[in-house]
């Protein structure tokens, strides 16, 4: 039996006789389903990591990603390692070197007097360039260490003054940070601004363009489909063409539209950011919104809603009580399997340069930096925001289907 | 005769065992089974739901779902032109000795095991050309001739016709001609009668009998029906969760059953010489139907819809504190009956009318009939105990919803004690109500259905099909229910049904329905013993009843010549 089961990789199940069983709800026998795909929950792992690294991004960052926190000493900086050893000892506490920027030594007096070796040497140093890569020099002598709960900036950890409640909890305590100037990670830009902390930053933008973007589309859909699918008849092909000829219109031309659109009137980077949620969500109603057309077509013929019928339900009761908790399992994961799309929509138009622009962190900006061949040359590290996009993609999409999976624990019960 | 190096049987199984890798963990759906079919043997392999009957013919074809392991050491030996060949070691091509050459298989649905969009001919032709080598026009002639053989009008016509466009007697035929076109050595039917009604049922039975016959090939023929294994069974292998717990010939397990299980599968059968003598006298009727006609829009819109008229011009009276059977074929219209009397059907004419109600319940019509009101009057039990319960609200909440939705009860705990009094005498456990639809077994849930009915203290209630998707065992105890609610509370109870010895064992009054018309009402005795009709005559005559056969012996040889089966002498269970 054991044997049996680890040839299947499954860990032992819930056992028939057991009450909690019998008494579990639609969520735990979703959780226990769900729990069974390896891929999922490493996934759902990641992925909340990143989520909670995205949403308290200003904690976990070591520097202010703004223009604020810019370091002027160490612009186009490598990333600064942090080690437990070296040559002069062992550390508990982990450090770092300190790195000063390498003068390029002019000899004046060479190229006062003309000479052409000198002249060679000077523009091959690469002071004259302003795309080459800063030379810094180690310091192998002078540790840094790091410090943990250090102060530095404030920031609001919470803040929904802008959902109009009087909430703003500030802070000014980070998760890490270093002795003598700042750590950089992931190495800065050209501004100085830290890698790593414009990346935590710009996941939870991104996160909340998608989530606004999701909220729309489901609004739209959850009325298109559920007017089309509970009507039915006449309502329903109207619905359902107008549905049709939404979605027959390439995405992106209508994208770039909205977005030179957007952009004839003046708007507040946020204000621009939220128009732009609004115009991926309101355009992609068209799949979700005839899924669920039909699922309320098939639901709706159920037995069980007769039954409530017949139990002298009224029709408010009928949809509230058994149709509307039918399909919640659905929208969820439909939604999730949905993230990716709608945070690579708004990539792709940062990426053109048509959704958010600098200064706004938010994963397309980065993405859209990366393209630059002076980066892809001098500054690979910028290449993180890439590597980390990846990920969150790649865990929401695992997520997404092991939930699929697992969404609909009655559809074997037969 | 025998040789010793050819395999005496023609499938011989031995030690099978099969598991199901489920949610609920492994569940063992065969355990050790043996089961051994010679040439030309009908095996009748009799069991409930979950016996691991199915599984067991599906992993001759290897046909097992994906989450079934078949655990070492189950042999399955066949005799492949008379060469052993171990069915569990095939790979690939090799699948195909099994998979029509040797063995065929008959499926419940015969709708669906044909491709809806490939005409019948092409699929059977196409059959014939891998498995015989057949050309195309030889394949069709020969294909042709199955579809005469099996007694299908108009072969020619019929072989070009899509399935959706067959009845459902004329698809199992169709299926069945497919099965053979292969000339297999053995024939697996898997419940192939179950979804027909009973007279296609007992046409189809002939000529699997005659199929039999003619063609002298073995059958392994799955059922649940003890009634039906007597009519076509040599031997009979009776299986109980996984494992057989009866084996013997058909004489033998069907009129000396050892086991307790056989006996209560045989007690499930129409007992004929046992019916419940008339009510000396009719009481008052509870409703009263006048004139109804239901029909139901086909095809087309707005007033050029065609109109199908499931319910003609019905009147008829339910005496009040009785069951009332409703029989008739599927699309005789006698669930839209049914529900016309819950307000639940469109009706075109005609009235329904509630007596004995505090209030006048009376509707039809012109008259829309308030849904609360009827609702405490009289209530529904389904067919399909899986979709009709909420798999979302725990049974407690189901159970409570009448009463919820209607505002029956001040409090919370009225709602709870009322919950707990109905659960009670639908026999399902208080503890019970706190679990969720999903961990019930199908009887529970139908009793779970109950007692949504009963809950907000009906007069009526239908029950339309109400056991047929249940075992007969489980039916059994399902009938018991019904009954004891009819005495203890008064009860009347519509039984529609299209399994007349479930109307037979139920019911004290019965009423017979074909193509929307009602053809003949009267007690059970005088529709069983003495029916006036001849519609009413042709369907209790095709009850699959256990008839004594003369032994004849399985699997040899000569059986393939017996031309003429004898008269089958028809005798009455009574236990």
Known sequence: MNALLARFGRKPKLQKNDESYYTAGQLSLIKARFKRKTSGVVAAWILGTLVLMGFFAPFFSPVDPTIRGADAEYRRGAPQAVYFWDESGFSLRPFSYTYTKAKHKIDMSALASGGLDALDAFTSSGALSSSSQNKFVVDEQQRRYLQFFVQGWEYSLIDLSMAGLDLDIRWDRHLFGIERGQIHLMGTDEDGKDIFSRTLHAIWVTISIAIVALAVKLIVSLFVGGVSGYFGGRVDTIMMSITEAVRVIPPIPIYLACAVALAQIDLTPVQRYFAIAVVIGALDFATLGRRLRTHILTERNQDYVLAAQLCGSSTWRVIWRHLIPSFTSYIIVDTLINFPYVILAETSLSFLGLGLTEPVNSLGVLLQKAQDPDIQQNMIWQFFPVLVFVFLIMAFVFVGDALRDAADPYSEKK | ?575
């Open chain 2, 1 to 575: 005769m025998i040789n010793h190096n050819i395999p005496e049987n023609l499938l011989e199984i031995r030690d099978l065992s099969i598991d199901f890798n489920t949610d609920e963990g492994i569940v063992r759906a065969v355990d050790n089974l043996n089961l051994s079919i010679r040439p030309g043997e009908v095996m009748g392999l009799v069991g409930e739901s979950g016996s691991g009957k199915s599984v067991t013919a599906k992993s001759i074809m290897r046909l097992a779902p994906g989450n079934a392991i078949i655990q070492s050491p189950s042999r399955m030996t066949l005799n492949y032109h008379d060469q052993a060949v171990n069915i569990l070691k095939l790979r690939g091509r090799d699948l195909r000795l099994v998979r029509g050459d040797a063995v065929s298989m008959i499926f419940q649905e015969p709708m669906a095991s044909f491709a809806p969009a490939i005409r019948i001919s092409d699929q059977i032709i196409q059959t014939m050309q891998i498995h015989l080598g057949y050309d195309k026009d030889q394949a069709r002639r020969a294909g042709i001739e199955l579809f005469e053989r099996v007694g299908i009008v108009a072969p020619e016509k019929r072989f070009d016709q899509y399935v959706f466009e067959l009845s459902g007697g004329m698809r199992q035929r169709a299926m069945i001609a497919m099965a053979l076109s292969t000339k297999p050595k053995l024939l697996i039917a898997d419940e192939p009668t179950t979804a027909l009604d009973v007279t296609i049922q007992a046409q189809v039975l002939d000529l699997m009998l005659e199929l039999r016959e003619q063609l002298g090939m073995a059958m392994l023929f799955i059922t649940h029906d003890l009634g039906v294994v007597s009519k076509i069974a040599d031997n009979v292998t009776v299986m109980q969760r996984g494992k057989v717990v009866e084996a013997g010939s058909a004489e033998q397990v069907l009129f000396q059953p050892q086991h307790r299980y056989t006996q209560r599968l045989l007690d499930a059968l129409p007992h004929l010489d046992n019916l419940p003598e008339a009510p000396v006298h009719t009481p008052a009727p509870l409703l009263s139907i006048e004139n109804l006609s239901i029909s139901y829009p086909v095809s087309g819109k707005g007033r050029k819809a065609e109109q199908f008229t499931a319910v003609n011009n019905i009147s008829l009276d339910l005496p009040e504190g009785q069951i009332i059977g409703l029989v008739g074929e599927s699309g005789s219209g006698k669930t839209s009956l049914g529900k016309a009397m819950l307000g639940a059907a469109p009706i075109s004419s005609g009235t329904v009318e509630y007596h004995r109600t505090k209030k006048k319940v009376k509707f039809g019509a012109e008259k829309a009939i308030k849904r609360k009101r009827l609702a405490r009057t009289a209530q529904l039990v389904f067919q399909d105990p899986y979709s009709s319960l909420n798999p979302r609200m725990t049974v407690r909440d189901i159970i409570a919803e009448p009463l919820e939705a209607m505002k029956l009860t001040k409090s919370r705990a009225e709602t709870d004690a009322r919950v707990i009094e109905v659960a009670r005498r639908c026999h399902i456990e208080v503890e019970h109500l706190r679990r969720f639809p999903h961990a019930f077994s199908g009887g529970q849930r139908q009793r779970i259905s109950i007692a949504r009915a009963l809950v907000c203290r009906p007069k009526f209630i239908v029950a339309d099909e109400s056991v047929a998707a249940l075992d007969v065992s489980i039916q059994a105890e399902i009938l018991t229910l019904l009954k004891e609610l009819k005495e203890e509370l008064g009860l009347t109870i519509l039984f529609i049904s299209h399994d007349l010895s479930v109307i037979a064992n139920l019911c004290d009054w019965v009423c017979v329905m074909k193509q929307g018309e009602l053809v003949e009402q009267g007690t059970v005795r005088q529709i069983f013993l003495d029916p006036q009709q001849a519609y009413t005559q042709k369907l209790i005559s095709s009850i699959p009843l256990l008839e004594s056969k003369e032994k004849c012996p399985s699997g040899s040889p000569e059986l393939l010549h017996i031309a003429e089966r004898p008269m089958p002498a028809v005798s009455f269970v009574s236990i």
